[in-house]
């Protein structure tokens, strides 16, 4: 899965002040990160304020989505909730032609023991042939997936090829970079933890900061991968602010902000999510500016 080495974005779901989706802006945005030395594109997940799209909005999105990639990026789709039986049957009745893995995050709310989460998952696994990406977001689910849970998925299911991680806990992430099989993909789910991940072995990142910011921080992971600590980190530093910034009030309310300044999309979100306020938009307005100078 050499597509999956590097920086990967979730993509945000534009939408217009009636509410609607924006698919001229959501192409704006593919067309941005590709232009700008994204490696892959990831397709609703969570940063796509997925939980809020009806099942042909969702369509339309993967529609607008593949059409303007237009075969140029690798693409993995998100599939994944708290309904197990709903996640396999997506599962089976979803084409995944376009895609070369499916992001499956860990069950929310109903907090499954870990022997729950590694029965969710090998339902999951065999439902499909697709490569999947496992997703353990604690912030999110609030529950964590140990890494036992995740070793022994990696070694159970040969389509079980990768962990999103975004637990924001380096010291888990190099627990499961050391105790998965070599060839397990290690993605960083944490813009701010994402180099030390790399640099510790890990396979990269599915980002948010990297929508807004791909050229920098794409080049950050691949100076990280190739060992180029110096330049890398300078990088780093450069963006960590920004990243703090557009998580400060939720996410996607930050990244949309960002993106609104660049101009690519207008700032709506979908409720329960509302725009954030005047004073973190001046700041993030500010970052860009000295950033771009």
């Excluded at 890990?202 to 921080?217: E, K």
């Amino acid at each position: 899965m050499q597509d999956l080495i590097g920086t990967g974005v979730a993509l945000i779901t534009p939408f217009t002040a009636a509410g609607e989706v924006d698919h001229s802006a959501l192409e704006q945005v593919v067309n941005y990160q590709i232009d700008n030395g994204i490696d892959y594109l990831v397709v609703l997940g969570t940063t796509g304020e997925s939980a809020t799209l009806t099942l042909e909005e969702k369509e339309a999105v993967k529609s607008t989505i593949t059409k303007a990639n237009a075969g140029r990026l690798p693409m993995v789709l998100g599939i994944g909730g708290s309904n197990t039986a709903a996640v396999v049957n997506e599962l089976k009745t979803t084409d995944l032609t376009d895609y070369i893995a499916v992001l499956s995050v860990s069950p929310a709310y109903n907090k499954p023991t870990q022997e729950g989460v590694y029965q969710h998952f090998k339902a999951v696994a065999t439902a499909t042939d697709k490569p999947i990406i496992l997703y353990n977001v604690p912030g999110r689910t609030a529950s964590n997936m140990d890494v036992e849970t995740v070793v022994r998925l990696a070694h159970d299911f040969d389509n079980i090829i990768g962990i999103k991680e975004a637990a924001g806990d380096i010291v888990q992430a190099m627990k499961l970079i050391q105790y998965t099989p070599k060839d397990f993909l290690v993605i960083s789910g944490d813009d701010m933890i994402t180099l030390s991940m790399v640099l510790a072995g890990g396979a990269g990142v599915i980002s948010v900061i990297g929508q807004g910011l791909p050229q920098g921080f794409s080049d950050m992971v691949r100076y990280g991968l190739n060992g180029d600590v110096e330049e890398a980190f300078e990088l780093h530093y450069k963006i960590a602010a920004s990243i703090d910034m557009i998580f400060e009030q939720g996410n996607p309310g930050g990244i949309k902000a960002m993106l609104a300044e660049i101009g690519l999309i207008n700032e709506y979100l979908r409720l329960p999510l509302v725009p954030i306020n005047d004073d973190l938009r001046s700041r993030i307005k500010l970052f860009i500016k000295q950033y771009d100078a």
